[in-house]
């Protein structure tokens, strides 16, 4: 069966929590979207604009209050229960007491996958993330940026097609965040992963993303696409014209300021 090209589809969506009630909240109102195969999209917006919202809806964490959500073709719904996705928060959230590898082998193991196929994976995965010399250790034994590549290494071993992560590097210091986002586009690359990354960053926004979907304070909808087209990231990425002029187009669209029309509201 041949892949769908698109990895997510938003279409109409709303999120009032508590709807009908004594304080009702919009999160979101009129969320589109649609994610191509393979595509890194980055989700930007001040506090409470509803981004985790909008990645917890795909990851049917909630539901919808109207409006559909599909995920590799699926309602969101049934792409949960067949785990087409991995998921990471801010916080790593490993098991203090199980090892390295046994924490990537987790969700392998909820899957039924037996041990000898699950040591192997959850092995490949953290040779992915460059940890395989740390497969017996301890959580508490690591750095927080270690935990955080391990926690992408859990999230890859299901070899899910897409890859949901809310502000995954927002503890770290800048030198441990530069290096795991450039560990994580080539494990995305490596893998031919969708992704969508929740950030407060325009700088990692804009080095990390093929799209750039600015949304505005609550109840929160989308104001402008900015799609980057940097190529490959190198050391000179973050000093090119390209980049600077990247962030200078998040940056308007996040205050409002105009922001040339092939920009807003652009889809693949």
Not at 119 to 140: K, N, Q, S, T
Request: proline share 6%; aromatic share 4%; charged share 25%.
């Amino acid at each position: 069966m041949t892949a769908p090209e698109t990895a997510v589809e938003l279409s109409g969506v709303d999120k009032i929590f508590n709807q009908g009630r004594a304080g009702e909240v919009t999160a979101l109102t009129g969320v589109d979207l649609s994610i191509a195969r393979g595509e890194f999209v980055a989700l930007i917006g001040p506090s409470g604009c509803g981004k985790s919202t909008l990645l917890r809806l795909v990851a049917d964490l909630i539901e919808p209050s109207s409006g559909t959500v599909t995920v590799a073709g699926k309602p969101a719904r049934r792409a949960r229960l067949d785990q087409e996705y991995g998921i990471a928060f801010q916080q790593a959230g490993l098991f203090e007491w199980r090892t390295v590898l046994r924490n990537v082998e987790l969700p392998l193991e909820l899957r039924g996958h037996g041990r000898k196929e699950r040591r192997a994976r959850a092995g490949e995965m953290l040779e992915l993330v460059g940890l395989a010399d740390f497969a017996r250790h301890y959580p508490a034994q690591l750095s927080g940026g270690m935990q955080q590549r391990v926690a992408i290494a859990r999230a890859l071993a299901v070899h899910p097609p897409l890859l949901l992560m809310d502000e995954p590097f927002g503890a770290l210091d800048e030198m441990t965040r530069e290096r795991l986002q450039d560990e994580l586009l080539r494990v995305c690359a490596a893998t031919r992963t969708s992704t969508i990354f929740v950030t407060h960053s325009i700088p990692e926004a804009v080095y990390l993303a093929d799209r750039v979907v600015v949304m505005s304070p609550r109840p929160g909808r989308i104001t402008g696409v900015i799609p980057i087209e940097l190529g490959e990231r190198t050391e000179s990425t973050r000093q090119s014209p390209g980049f600077f002029t990247g962030i200078t187009k998040v940056r308007a669209a996040l205050r409002g300021t105009r922001v040339p029309e092939e920009t807003v509201g652009a889809e693949r």
